[in-house]
């Protein structure tokens, strides 16, 4: 929220001396943080002129340029009347810009003066031909908007006639002096998004005196007089309040006053028109959203109902919307000119021509506004108010404040009559005991200080022995629990005042074994070269149609969430390659090809559960209670995925390097189990996204827990990544589970080892792991086994390839003999031959 001090001021009596830094530090202690002190910048000699005369001059490239004589108030005789000429001291300056003529009212910058939006120190300097002795200055030197000064969008500012006398300060009368503090808002604080509700914190946070800009005189409610335009609310529950006002006679040539369109402007919105302006000034300055219809382009009453399912309607931004069964509208006799709480329609949309308003103030459901915000992807600041909540009392106040504006600067005529229908909701009230205040913050706050500080705050408070009983004001609908009590009171206390005590901790147990297991596992990977990244657990059909899964994969059933940051996202993800992946390609996109990422986190797979039960914050859940809670949550396992891209080692002066290719991601895997304690099993597989030829499914006691190797190509293009990435994703949690709870303990032998090489012939699908599985099992002075080359070609049948092995052979209790080496290389042949079909080479 975009707060401009001196519009503030209009509403609490703030100290004259009082900096913008101070004020913005008070309300940052009140809960509304600043995140910006915004001002002009311009600063020296900027001064407002008037144009004695004027030379147009052609140039060789073709430009001309008016050389002026301008009044800047320099005269020495005050009483001097203007006459153009050498009679009045002027200056000359050189302006490229044709929208202006002798006589014309100007804003000069004189040597001296800084313009942040031009960058440096205006000063004479000769240019044309002539010493120009100043700038006259447009809306873009000014970092102002053209639409405050109509006809200066390709020139100069041009003033009115009666704007001031030349060589007043222009900086004060163009605003330029305001200073704007931007805030976040939190989005439970709707009415801190307007001038009314940051002037009534500022009043309770300094302690002066606030004036309610909402404390104008309502009209009286009548259904049959002209100005009480006919509506029908059909749906109370999605339109609890509804109020309407009539103006005719507004001047279509009626333009904005001045001193609006900059508030408009400070606060970061534009100035369009009149009409349109009025009801963004309104809304800016009381937090209510209004929207105001061309009466006469209106067909019959206005009725609030549910759209129709597939019923479309055109807002305000030109698309073309199709409205579902959750969305409100505003319909005349020809259907939806409206979309309820959140955008107008294009069809009945105040213009230039306008002469009759219809002005509409409603309190919309907050949770349906929200619902159709995200639905229909539209973004606007009467949905970004009316989702948070705002004060249903004030329907009827807001739109005689609209009407008594556009009567006194667009020359209508109020009708008589308010359409008025439906009564405001009121707030729950909250009952707490009087000592949690004081309980809670460590604070001495007695009952007095919490009544006092709640009153200002707008409550009413009933005391009964040690129990208050708090309602809430119309405009807090975030005041529902004892706890949101606690905060207003302390806002107002001061968090300042919370003692800073270091809580006792209490004793730990340390990490528990899978927790241990897990710190490992990322040890390790790091260990490998891989970068641990943290990705948002959430997926959509999109996602899942990138990875190329099969309509029938088990995958794609995704835990949906009640209320998704994005609809494109609406579920929680059954595998870690999604946001991965997303990743990688962010990574890749940004010029790092060679990219290694690795995850450690969650997935989410459905099941059938109970629901959720909702207890209080008033305690801390009982066991059973913490038990039942996690009965009703889906099956969360642990994973482990990585991707790699580009090179796996760099080139440098040792070699020129290597790509990554899927026994890298393969043998990563291995390690990790290794390091586990974990054997795993690994056979050849063909999964979504994974390359059909070059996808390993690894196994644990036969059951299958994560996959490894190259992406399918259609899955790299997809994403936007090199050539032939490859990635990996295992269940990290079954591995955890399989892990022994003592590693078995290492054994060396001093005897001497003895080497062996095989060449074995085996099927192209035998994968390589089977067959040095089943040569290392042969014998028990087979101590390692390690695949050295791999050879297709003539020597070797068609279908099948060679795989060559090298062994390491030892024995704990002696020196191996030739036998023994005889009879292990044997065993190993046999071996291979009998698991895997290989035949010795």
Not at 330 to 352: F, H, I, N, Q, T
Not at 550 to 566: G, T, Y
């Amino acid at each position: 929220m975009r707060v401009p001090v001196s519009w503030l001021r209009d509403h609490v009596e703030l100290p004259a001396d009082l900096s913008a830094e101070a004020l913005a530090d008070r309300l940052t202690a009140f809960d509304l943080k600043l995140e910006e002190i915004v001002s002009s910048g311009v600063s020296g000699p900027l001064v407002v002129g008037r144009v004695l005369a004027l030379v147009k001059e052609p140039q060789k490239n073709g430009k001309t340029i008016n050389w002026c004589r301008v009044d800047v108030g320099e005269r020495n005789d005050p009483s001097v009347p203007d006459a153009p000429g050498d009679d009045v001291p002027s200056r000359g300056i050189v302006c490229g810009a044709h929208n202006f003529v002798e006589g014309d009212l100007v804003v000069v910058s004189l040597p001296g003066t800084v313009l942040p939006e031009v960058g440096f120190e205006i000063s004479a300097r000769k240019t044309y031909g002539h010493v120009s002795d100043g700038m006259i200055c447009s809306t873009a030197e000014l970092g102002l908007s053209a639409d405050a000064f109509p006809g200066s969008e390709d020139g100069i500012i041009v003033l009115p006639a009666d704007a001031a006398a030349p060589g007043a300060d222009a900086i004060a009368l163009l605003g330029l002096d305001q200073v704007v503090l931007d805030l976040e808002v939190n989005p439970d604080r709707a009415y801190a998004l307007s001038m009314r509700g940051v002037a009534r914190d500022a009043g309770i946070a300094l302690g002066v005196a606030f004036h309610d800009p909402a404390d104008v005189d309502a009209v009286e409610v009548a259904t049959d007089g002209p100005g009480a335009y006919p509506v029908v609310v059909d749906d109370p529950a999605a339109c609890p309040v509804f109020a309407a006002l009539t103006v005719e006679g507004i001047d279509p040539t009626a333009t904005t006053p001045a001193w609006m369109a900059r508030r408009i402007e400070l606060a970061g919105m534009r100035s369009i028109s009149l009409a349109v302006d009025v009801t963004n000034y309104v809304m800016l300055e009381l937090g209510f959203p209004i929207h105001g219809y061309d009466r006469a382009l209106l067909r019959g009453p206005l009725r609030v109902r549910r759209a129709t399912e597939g019923e479309q309607l055109t807002t305000l931004d030109g698309t073309v919307r199709t409205l579902t069964a959750e969305d409100a509208v505003v319909c005349d006799d020809r259907g939806p000119v409206g979309l309820g709480g959140v955008m107008g329609g294009e069809e009945v949309e105040m213009s230039a021509t306008t002469t009759d308003v219809v002005i509409e103030v409603a309190y919309w459901d907050p949770p349906m506004i929200a619902r159709t915000a995200r639905l229909q992807k539209v973004s606007s600041e009467a949905g970004k108010r009316n989702e948070r909540g705002v004060d249903p009392t004030l329907p009827a106040r807001v739109a005689r404040r609209v009407a008594d504006l556009l009567v006194e600067h667009g020359g209508g005529t109020l009708l008589p009559g308010l359409t008025l229908i439906g009564e405001p909701p009121v707030l729950g009230a909250v009952t707490l005991d009087a000592g949690l205040p004081a309980r809670i913050t460590g604070v001495d706050i007695d009952t007095p200080t919490a009544v006092a500080a709640l009153e200002a705050n707008g409550c009413t408070v009933e005391v009964a022995g040690d129990r208050l009983t708090v309602q809430p004001p119309p405009w807090r609908p975030d005041l529902t629990d004892p706890y949101d009590i606690v905060e207003e009171v302390l806002r107002v206390v001061g968090y300042d005042q919370v003692p800073s005590i270091l809580p006792t901790a209490p004793a730990g147990r340390g990490l528990t074994r899978a927790q241990q297991l897990r710190r490992r596992a990322g040890r390790v990977l790091a260990g490998d070269g891989l970068v641990e990244v943290k990705t948002f657990p959430f997926a959509g059909p999109a996602d899942l149609d990138r990875l190329g899964l099969p309509a029938d994969d088990p995958r794609r059933d995704l835990v949906l969430l009640a209320n998704p940051l994005s609809t494109e996202e609406p579920g929680l993800t059954t595998t870690l390659l999604t946001g991965l992946l997303r990743a990688a390609e962010l990574n890749v996109g940004r010029g790092h090809t060679d990219a290694a990422i690795v995850e450690l986190a969650r997935v989410f797979r459905p099941a059938e559960r109970p629901e959720a039960p909702i207890y209080g914050v008033d305690r801390r859940p009982t066991v059973d209670e913490l038990a039942a809670l996690d009965a009703a949550l889906p099956e969360q396992p642990h994973h482990v995925a990585l991707v790699m891209t580009g090179r796996r080692e760099l080139a440098d002066w040792s070699g020129p390097g290597r790509a990554a290719t899927w026994a890298d991601a393969l043998e990563i895997v291995r390690h990790l189990a290794t390091e586990l304690h974990v054997t795993l099993e690994v056979e050849a597989a063909s999964v979504a996204p994974w390359h059909p030829g070059r996808c390993a499914a690894m196994l644990l006691d036969g059951t299958v827990v994560g996959h490894a190797g190259e992406l399918h190509p259609k899955v790299v293009e997809a994403y936007g990544l090199p050539p032939r990435a490859v990635a990996a994703e295992v269940d990290l949690d079954a591995l955890i589970a399989a892990s022994p709870p003592v590693g078995p303990r290492p054994e060396f032998s001093t005897f001497p080892v003895a080497k062996e090489d095989l060449a074995l012939v085996v099927a192209d699908d035998v994968p390589a792991a089977r067959v040095a599985e089943a040569i290392a099992t042969a014998d028990p002075i087979i101590e390692s086994v390690r695949l050295f080359d791999v050879y297709t070609g003539d020597q070797v049948a068609e279908g099948h390839r060679s795989l060559a092995f090298a062994l390491r052979l030892r024995a704990p209790d002696r020196t191996l003999t030739e036998d023994d080496i005889r009879t292990a290389r044997e065993a190993a042949v046999a071996a291979a031959g009998a698991r895997c079909g290989a035949q010795l080479r």
